[in-house]
């Protein structure tokens, strides 16, 4: 790990970056206490070291090759990459404890580094966020693009970090950028994690979350009749979990459930885990370790609710499924988008084959990342019309 000194400095330009009136914490604490808590926009923070290409555009490159596991990954993924490299410790996260692994420096901090490398300020500063909660315990920050008039469609969001690590914070730019390209409310989850909360703690409070969204949409200026689920990695199958359990115990079902880079199986032998047991951030020890924090036992990996591939899937809603090429998660991404046109369900399914996983939410920085967001965008709205 880099000295104070420096990780301090790392530390407070992504929170002035990151468009949110929070205090310095890890990427697993939250500086949200209220029951109902506004929260103001900072400005971005510069280092004079402008870089751009001819469209205006950061040209942003990498300091060093393509690595061996990834040698088409994109020049922006890898720039990010490294960048989490610099800042993290030699230690790699699966023989850490959760609570060092909350404390380390996340994907986005390695973004925002990049963001202000570039000069590259904060987009979607034009949405205003509230923390409403739940239960004790279980709360939401709702996202709602300022200047609207509603009633507006809601999007129950779900962050990732393997049901044990991150937090609102961590996908807050997933989270804005869905807001304001969606025109929805999004209803950011903060579900109990492991190992503190083992399966199915998560799972269960993400359908309490869903069932208070549509209880309560009407009280900030939701629609309860135009609700969407969505989700990333853990989120992602936390976001299916939910439309199955609507499902079966008869509750409205959403609109539709948007899954990137899900959590769909337990197999960790799939033909992208083999390819990518190496890959950054996530590889298959990673997830292994994630398994062994969440799960009570290995019994709980065929549940339905995280064997999503080998699930009943038949009616549920129309799904948008977003992989990423350099990823273990890649291949039962695939096979879920398969099993549920199967199954009967609509599925939009598109594959970025030249970033890893987690680039959904740093469109500032990745084009592929803002194709992504441009294309869940796109199908939330046809579903929430």
């Not at 230690?91 to 901090?109: D, N, Q, Y």
């Not at 202000?116 to 205003?128: G, H, L, R, S, W």
């Not at 599925?347 to 740093?362: A, D, R, S």
């Amino acid at each position: 790990m880099k000295n104070s000194l420096y990780s301090h400095r790392l530390w407070l330009a992504p929170i002035l970056l990151a468009s949110l009136s929070l205090t310095a914490c890890g990427p697993n604490q939250t500086a949200e206490t209220t029951t109902a808590s506004a929260e103001s926009d900072a400005g971005a923070v510069t280092d004079n070291t402008p870089a751009a290409s001819s469209d205006g555009t950061a040209n942003i490159t990498p300091t060093g090759p393509a690595p061996a596991w990834a040698p088409n990954i994109a020049p922006e993924m890898l720039a990010v990459i490294e960048k989490l490299d610099s800042l993290s410790a030699s230690t790699p996260p699966h023989k850490l404890t959760p609570a060092e692994v909350r404390k380390a420096p996340s994907f986005r901090e390695a973004l925002m580094a990049v963001m202000q490398k570039y000069n590259i300020p904060a987009p979607y500063a034009n949405v205003d966020t509230m923390s409403k909660m739940v239960e004790p315990g279980l709360k939401v920050r709702l996202y709602t693009p300022a200047g609207t008039t509603g009633p507006l469609p809601v999007v129950v969001y779900y962050h990732g970090g393997g049901w044990v690590i991150a937090n609102l914070d961590t996908y807050d730019a997933s989270a804005r950028a869905l807001a304001a390209k969606t025109g929805a409310i999004v209803a950011s989850v903060a579900y109990r994690q492991a190992p503190e909360h083992k399966f199915p703690t998560a799972h269960n409070d993400s359908f309490t979350a869903y069932q208070w969204v549509l209880k309560n949409a009407g009280s900030f200026n939701g629609d309860p009749m135009r609700v969407a689920v969505a989700g990333e990695s853990a989120g992602g199958n936390l976001a299916a979990a939910v439309s199955m359990m609507a499902r079966d115990k008869g509750i409205q079902a959403p609109k539709h459930q948007l899954l990137v880079f899900p959590i769909a199986g337990y197999d960790m032998n799939t033909p992208s885990y083999q390819e990518y047991t190496k890959a950054k951030p996530l590889y298959k020890d990673f997830m292994g370790w994630f398994f062994k924090y969440y799960l009570r036992s290995p019994a709980d990996g065929k549940n339905p609710m995280i064997d999503l591939v080998n699930a009943n899937l038949k009616n549920l809603p129309p799904a948008t499924i977003i992989g990423a090429g350099i990823d273990p998660l890649m291949s039962e991404g695939k096979t879920l988008a398969d099993n549920l046109k199967n199954a009967g369900v609509p599925v939009t399914y598109q594959l970025y084959p030249n970033v890893t996983h987690e680039f959904f939410g740093m469109g500032a920085v990745v084009p592929q990342a803002r194709e992504a967001e441009e294309l869940a965008a796109n199908e939330l709205k046809k579903a929430l019309k």
